[in-house]
């Protein structure tokens, strides 16, 4: 491995200037920096960490708070994809992620502890119980962080519009022709309480009432959940002419009981949610969906926290909504009424 004063010789160059090129100072030409850099990856040379840690006050490190209410962990789609593209964001401008523990070696932290042990510069919280006191505490702490889905007055927040896309998505049903629509939602969560009101709120603009038995909690990307939900719905007097789904691994569920009881598509409309990718699983069938931008969230997260960490006095704290899409496809039948024109 090459070292600052062995790359400062092969470039014919001053130590201090190939500083300056590493680094990103502006006082250098563009030629020198590009021939320092060049060199540098050709000649293996990476610079101390603890020392450049030392010198800029940065260990160029972020730490990654990612706890689920599941055991899916990073098999999550929608999760793994955020975070997919958080690392790549923040790859670009140096920095590494770590994930943030309880336990270092056989010592259990707090998150917070973890965060100061580590000298990360920032944190982005991708899921956690955000009422926690521990997360409270990291967030109340002098740490820039970023967090996803649940808005904090001391974090930038970035959350994924869920409110307007699951009233989208209801208006769309109704305008299909529904009117019974039931819903099976994930455990109380911000993103859960979100898809509620915006499920309510679409039903009562239109006059319609929200039938509480028509409600049921679920869990996210357990389609063997939803399976047992939906008999349940379908052992109603009046059962829903459509069934909205925690998600569209879920909506697999769904779909399934309503093939057991000898129920098509055209019997009982399925919607699901996130828009997954290659979720044609079964044939002929198009999941009614919201697309959630997953690889946008990451990358804003990751901006805006490399701006926290840099630039901290420009940066305003803020909340932010990233847009989610309708996805029309054919799980979602047109409902044509006795009497109708």
């Not at 994809?81 to 964001?89: M, Y």
């Not at 336990?103 to 580590?118: A, N, S």
């Not at 909690?217 to 109603?236: A, D, F, H």
Request: with cysteine; glycine share 6%; aromatic share 8%.
């Amino acid at each position: 491995m090459a070292t600052i004063q062995e790359l400062s010789e092969y470039c014919g160059v001053s130590v201090s200037t190939v500083s300056k090129a590493l680094n990103g100072y502006t006082d250098i030409s563009e030629k020198t920096r590009e021939l320092v850099i060049k060199a540098a990856n050709d000649m293996g040379y990476f610079p101390n960490a603890n020392a450049r840690a030392l010198k800029l006050k940065k260990t160029y490190n972020i730490g990654v708070l990612f706890n689920t209410t599941t055991n899916l962990g990073l098999r999550n789609e929608y999760f793994a994809h955020i975070l997919s593209a958080f690392k790549e964001e923040m790859a670009l401008s140096g920095y590494d992620i770590t994930f943030i523990e309880h336990h270092v070696g056989r010592r259990r932290m707090t998150y917070l502890e973890h965060c100061q042990y580590r000298h990360f510069d920032g944190v982005c919280i991708v899921t956690a119980n955000y009422e926690s006191e521990e997360v409270i505490q990291l967030v109340n702490s002098d740490i820039p962080v970023v967090t996803i889905d649940y808005a904090f007055e001391k974090a930038y927040s970035i959350l994924s519009d869920n409110y307007r896309g699951m009233k989208q998505l209801v208006n769309y049903i109704l305008h299909q022709g529904h009117k019974e629509i039931a819903l099976i939602h994930g455990v109380n969560t911000m993103v859960t309480r979100n898809r509620i009101r915006g499920y309510s709120d679409a039903l009562e603009e239109r006059g319609l009432e929200v039938q509480k038995e028509f409600m049921l909690e679920g869990l996210y990307r357990n389609p063997m959940v939803s399976e047992e939900l939906t008999n349940k719905l379908l052992k109603l007097t009046k059962i829903p002419t459509c069934i909205i789904a925690p998600d569209d691994h879920s909506a697999m569920g769904v779909i399934s009981a309503l093939r057991k009881h000898g129920l098509q598509l055209k019997d009982i409309s399925v919607a699901g949610y996130d828009g997954v990718d290659n979720m044609d699983l079964l044939v002929g069938i198009k999941i009614t969906s919201v697309k959630q931008e997953r690889e946008q969230i990451g990358r804003e997260a990751a901006k805006k926290l490399i701006q926290l960490i840099e630039k901290p006095s420009e940066q305003v704290l803020d909340t932010v909504y990233m847009k989610q899409t309708l996805i029309k496809g054919n799980s979602v039948k047109k409902l044509v009424r006795i009497g109708s024109s």
